[in-house]
């Protein structure tokens, strides 16, 4: 079965700086989607960025870029330049291209921005 | 603007009652989904539906229904809520097309005391 860890329960950044969300899966498929998603504290979970399998060019999304790193099965967050607003938790969450609609999600990791 | 919305962001109830979640989109999306988030273990899927009157068990189906009746509207059950139930409830919705993202609702946080 699919899995999604994100070993990283809780981080921390200085703002402006720039700091990298980890998260691995496992699958034995080959046809997927990687998402990070953000809850900030008012709960609405909001999509960050998506990156296809097939696709080798790294998804980016203005301060938001991934590393994604499909034989080692790696998909990690990178928020540049951050702000008070990025404080928030992040999932990182699978999808397979074939499968009906399910979603798997990780963990989660809780980042502060410190002022 | 999408939204997702669901009926109550904080309840509480008893041990025993029967629990309903509401929840509305109003992106005529086929697919809707009833998650369970808790620390430390992320989102869980209880049950979703790609179509009115269609379900499917998601990982954690056990203690809960589901009831689709109409497109917009997806409902979670609780027959006889349990301690063990309290937790956040999420709800979201997206169209079948891939890739495209699932929209989500801002929540409700149940209580079963």
């Known amino acids: 079965a699919q899995t999604v860890t994100q070993s990283q329960p809780e981080m921390s950044v200085q703002e402006a700086e720039t700091v990298t969300l980890s998260c691995t899966y496992d699958t034995s498929e080959s046809d997927y989607y990687l998402f990070w998603y953000k809850q900030p504290p008012s709960r609405q979970m909001i999509l960050v960025i998506r990156?296809?399998?097939?696709?080798?060019q790294n998804a980016t999304e203005n301060r938001f870029s991934v590393n994604f790193q499909k034989a080692a099965k790696s998909f990690s967050l990178k928020i540049s330049d951050s702000q008070l607003g990025d404080a928030a938790m992040y999932f990182c969450?699978?999808?397979?291209?074939?499968?009906?609609?399910?979603?798997?999600f990780g963990p989660g990791t809780s980042l502060s921005v410190i002022p | 603007d999408v939204k997702v919305t669901q009926s109550s962001r904080y309840l509480v109830k008893r041990t025993g009652e029967k629990v309903f979640l509401e929840c509305v989109q109003d992106?005529?999306?086929?697919?809707m989904f009833w998650y369970r988030q808790d620390p430390g273990l992320g989102l869980r899927l209880i049950y979703f539906?790609?179509?009115?009157?269609?379900?499917e068990k998601g990982d954690i189906p056990e203690g809960y229904s589901v009831s689709r009746e109409k497109k917009e509207r997806f409902s979670l059950i609780l027959e006889s809520a349990s301690t063990n139930q309290t937790s956040m409830y999420l709800c979201?919705?997206?169209?079948?097309?891939?890739?495209?993202?699932?929209?989500f609702g801002q929540g409700t946080r149940l209580t079963v005391v």
């Open positions: 990156q296809e399998a097939y696709k080798q």
């Open positions: 539906s790609y179509d009115v009157k269609m379900k």
């Open positions: 979201a919705s997206r169209t079948p097309r891939i890739p495209t993202e699932a929209f």
């Open positions: 992106m005529d999306h086929e697919n």
């Open positions: 969450a699978y999808k397979e291209g074939t499968s009906y609609d399910k979603v798997i």
